[in-house]
């Protein structure tokens, strides 16, 4: 199941808010008159609509998500009840091996076995499939560990509050990646108001057509000259196919942060924003300073900066970094090379940028990001190299008919993508204070602001539904990671 489902929308999702209200009704008589409302109920029914959210596409693996959650229960608990530091660093570092175990198993196990198999060690391949979203669940587990040992927390003494943050369905699968701290008092402390609910649907909204809108349609474009006829394929073909996937891939992942944020909004929870308008920027640096903002968070506080950061072995800490984060997308060569072609490009940049004192400006670092999603593209390491000989041009023609056509039949859509990767939001926000003299909470200002967000609203789930019906193309990129 996925947000941009008919299903989850019209079936899923009415019958959890039904639920949920009905659940805070519950809460209110259970609690005594003057006291904060309690969240027992309304965070029993999270817990059961994330449960079968996940059980609804692999049933098998919820058992799995559970068990690594009963594992972290206790681990916390470990971490928690020692007292002098070394027996708090071996309760962590037992943990987060278990999690690095757990995911190994079943994302790299497969592929470890196929590459010994090449030199002439003959392992069984296990054959395990891949488990929806374990990447985000076993990064946010790990989160939880380091967060208490850190005391940026406090543990979680109940097993359901720990469930409810490891399994909450809406970035269960494909994140932004939720850390303990930013959440834990929420958890059993939360308040939602009416502007918490509004703002939340209309993020919600925004995310969806994002999604169904503009990253589906591109994805038949990029489908259509990535995929099909490398052999054939021209410059001009590789150009825009590369140049669709390069917006596929920032509307369908940004659709879904924003859909997950916009859900949490309306439920009280407050997650951390994941993309910052990542193709206006003007170096590498800058581009993963706003691109899946809350992995490249991760990795720097749990790994780069524990690592020595920036004072000691700064280019080893970068290949390290980068190497795992490559090795975190998925387990094939491509991504390992994708994840060092950015280490090598940031170790550069970040030499050229300390003798210098210049950026590389935002066409070179744009040309770079589009050449990296080439790369990231293929896990076919063949079908990448007759990729990128027409893309640069190397023994293919230059134009054909088909490419022309991607281009011009679909202008409007192409426009309207590139448009929606620049700050527009902030822009309007920056001439609506400028119009109205610096009193935008006029009650006037605030009828229009309205008004203009429901229009836009309805019309983006009237388009958004019209696609869906018959949509064979609906998968999340990010949900196989």
């Known amino acids: 199941m996925v947000f941009s489902d008919l299903f989850f929308l019209f079936v899923f999702l009415p019958v959890l808010i039904v639920c949920y209200r009905i659940a805070a009704a519950f809460d209110r008589m259970a609690s005594e008159p003057g006291e904060p409302g309690k969240l027992i109920w309304r965070n029993a029914v999270l817990i059961i609509f994330s449960l079968i959210f996940y059980a609804w596409g692999e049933p098998v693996y919820v058992f799995l998500m559970i068990g690594c959650v009963v594992m ?53 391949d296990p054959k395990i499939s891949l488990p929806i979203g374990i990447s985000f669940y076993i990064f946010q587990s790990i989160s939880y560990l380091v967060d208490v040992y850190r005391l940026h927390a406090a543990v979680q003494r109940r097993f359901s509050g720990l469930l409810l943050y490891i399994s909450m369905f809406p970035q269960l699968v494909a994140g932004p990646i939720v850390r303990y701290s930013s959440v834990a008092r929420e958890i059993y402390n939360r308040h939602v108001s009416s502007r918490d609910i509004a703002d939340g649907v209309f993020r919600f909204l925004i995310g969806l057509g994002k999604k169904v809108i503009i990253a589906n349609q591109m994805s038949e474009i990029a489908d259509n000259f990535l995929t099909d006829n490398l052999e054939s394929l021209s410059t001009l073909g590789a150009w825009v196919g590369l140049l669709a996937f390069t917006l596929q891939i920032y509307f369908d992942f940004s659709g879904y942060s924003d859909m997950a944020i916009g859900m949490g909004r309306c439920m009280g929870f407050h997650f951390p924003e994941n993309f910052d308008h990542p193709y206006t920027c003007r170096s590498i640096t800058d581009f993963w300073r706003r691109w899946h903002m809350s992995l490249g968070t991760f990795f720097r506080d749990y790994v780069y900066i524990p690592l ?54 935002h066409i070179i670092a744009m ?115």
């Open 308 to 361: 020595g950061g920036n004072r000691s072995h700064q280019v080893l800490n970068i290949i390290a970094v980068w190497a795992l984060t490559g090795l975190w997308h998925g387990a094939s060569w491509n991504f390992v090379l994708w994840g060092m072609f950015f280490g090598i490009i940031l170790i550069v940049e970040k030499a050229i940028m300390r003798y210098t004192g210049h950026q590389p400006g």
């Open 72 to 124: 972290n229960y206790f681990l916390g608990l470990w971490v928690d009840c020692c007292r002098r530091r070394f027996f708090r660093r071996l309760a962590l570092t037992v943990g987060i091996l278990l999690n690095v175990s757990t995911l190994g198993l079943f994302k790299y196990a497969g592929f470890v076995c196929g590459e010994l198999a090449r030199f002439g060690i003959d392992l069984p």
């Open 367 to 481: 040309l770079l990001v589009i050449v990296g999603w080439g790369i990231f593209y293929y896990d076919d390491l063949g079908d990448m190299g007759r990729f990128f000989r027409a893309f640069f041009g190397y023994n293919a023609d230059f134009y054909d008919f088909a490419a022309e056509s991607a281009l011009f039949d679909k202008f409007w859509l192409w426009l309207l993508a590139i448009v929606l990767c620049m700050p527009v939001r902030r822009w309007i926000s920056s001439a609506h204070i400028r119009l109205w003299g610096g009193n935008p909470s006029h009650a006037g200002v605030v009828t229009v602001e309205t008004i203009c967000r429901i229009v836009l609203a309805t019309l983006i789930l009237f388009t958004s539904i019209c696609l869906l019906v018959g949509a064979t193309n609906n998968a999340f990129l990010y949900t196989r990671f």
